[in-house]
């Protein structure tokens, strides 16, 4: 059973049946994801819903549900990840991350979660460094980074290897403990 974590507004969690059809829709809406090159199909977004789900099972962290703990629903997942993409020099390494729906941006939410999750990241997992990074136009999570403690790593920015040359978000940016 996954760890379970929480702030007063929030609940990291396992993924349930009931988070799919939220994730989906999350996954297809253009706002949502106007910092990543593409949207997901259904496909897709059950697909992933199933590997994240089982990879945080088996383990001690990784993509938790984030749920709204007032309303009970579904916002989306702010986690740990462990990453590996080839040609990126800081690879691999474990990455903090978040993708909440539109609905929930702007309120803090992503800070919240971010921050507890940072400290069970060195806490206790143990790990000595965690990295984050976004493509470079998506301010409102560089903002996160910077106010959950990350530092500006810009000798490690990338363009990413699995996005096309032409694509608008190719260039990321890197922050990390």
Known sequence: MAVELQT???LLRAWRE??????????????????FPRLYSAEESRASHTRIRDLLNENSFGLWAAEER????????????????????FMPCHEIGWRLDKKYWG???????????????????????????????????INVM??????????LNFAHPRIDDASPVKFHVVYST
Not at 23 to 28: D, H, M, P, T
């Open 70 to 89: 007032s309303s009970g629903q579904f916002m989306g997942f702010v986690g740990l990840a462990r990453q590996e993409i080839p040609g990126v020099s």
């Open 18 to 35: 009931g988070d799919l059809e939220p994730w989906v829709a999350l996954n297809s809406d253009a706002e949502n994801l106007r910092f």
């Open 8 to 10: 007063p507004r929030v």
């Open 146 to 155: 910077r106010k959950i403690g990350l530092h500006e790593r810009p000798e």
């Open 107 to 141: 309120k803090g939410y992503a800070t919240e979660a971010a921050q507890v999750v940072l400290n069970f990241g060195f806490g206790e997992v143990g790990l000595k460094e965690i990295f984050s990074f976004t493509a470079a136009q998506n301010l409102p999570s």
